[in-house]
């Protein structure tokens, strides 16, 4: 089977395709065959080896965390799923191995999926849309009437906050480039402001909760608009903390399929959308990772394994 992997850690150029012999089930594993991947900002982290002392890895290593496919096979304690079941998962960043033809994960990983969601779509879910649960409701506690600013609301992680935020009956505002502006307000946003035009620190107050996806400047200036007893979830800075009577928490997403289940219920309530940028074939994964890398996507960067 094909995998990209790579030797030594650097930029996507240092990944490459190579043929390996396909996986088999451990115990409480399942074997799946790889449909589609996404690609995640976690993954350029782990390319480049700034997560070693976190995410400890061996070479070669697998690059892919986000995966969706058919199960092939099931290791002997497996009594959940069985082969042909569709199924989405999340691979542990230490292992990787989602961008594959196959990949064996733990049976606790993974997820059914229904009969009306593409692979693609429900690659993009997993690292995406839970990091947007958990800054929302775990980190950032958010009720009903409460008023939340995401930055970058047309990337994967803001395309799902916004509609979440909307949907517990949040005031959404969000900051996106004015070509998208007509995608955000159509998910759910009350306000939108172009953050390549204007300051939204100098619009914006009696914020509840910031989704910080851009770390910098862009959470400094989040600070101010903050009530004093509001909060930063910041996906990008491990070290933001809380100031004052403001809360501060990093947020990362360690796989959890209940949530995963509850993000695909949304899905299939109608109450999802899930915005797909560009499909890359796995013979291009490098250019995937080479998008993300550059930045600006609209909602997910997905990966299709080849055949």
Not at 82 to 98: K, Q, W
């Amino acid at each position: 089977m094909k995998a990209l992997r790579i030797h030594k850690f650097g930029h996507p150029s240092h990944a490459v395709l190579e043929e390996l012999i396909p996986p088999t089930a451990g115990l409480d594993q399942v074997v799946v065959r790889m449909e589609a991947a996404s690609v995640n900002p976690l993954d350029l982290k782990m390319l480049a080896g700034d997560l070693q002392l976190v995410f400890p890895v061996s070479f070669p290593y697998t690059l892919g965390t986000d995966f969706a496919g058919v199960v092939e096979a099931v290791g002997t304690s497996v009594v959940k799923f069985r082969p042909g079941d569709r199924v989405v998962g999340r691979c542990e960043p230490s292992a990787g191995g989602a961008f594959a033809q196959a990949t064996a994960a733990p049976v606790t990983s993974l997820c059914r999926i229904p009969a009306d969601m593409s692979f693609e779509q429900a690659a993009a879910l997993p690292t995406a849309a839970g990091s947007a649960w958990l800054a929302l409701f775990g980190v950032g506690q958010l009720v009903r009437g409460q008023r939340v600013l995401i930055h970058a609301a047309a990337g994967g992680v803001g395309s799902f906050a916004v509609q979440l935020a909307k949907q517990v009956g949040a005031h959404v505002v969000a900051t996106a480039s004015s070509k998208n502006h007509g995608l955000v307000k159509e998910l759910g946003a009350d306000e939108v402001i172009d953050y390549r035009q204007e300051d939204f620190s100098a619009r914006v107050k009696d914020i509840d909760l910031v989704i910080d996806t851009m770390g910098g400047d862009t959470l400094q200036r989040s600070w101010q608009v903050l009530k004093p007893d509001g909060a930063v979830a910041s996906l990008v800075d491990h070290t933001v903390e809380p100031r004052g009577n403001a809360k501060g928490s990093f947020v990362f997403f360690k796989h959890d399929a209940t949530v995963l289940e509850r993000i695909i219920q949304r899905f299939e309530a109608r109450q999802l959308q899930v915005i797909l940028d560009t499909i890359h074939p796995l013979d291009d994964a490098r250019a995937a990772l080479e998008q993300v890398a550059n930045g600006h996507a609209r909602g997910k960067v997905i990966v299709r394994a080849a055949r």
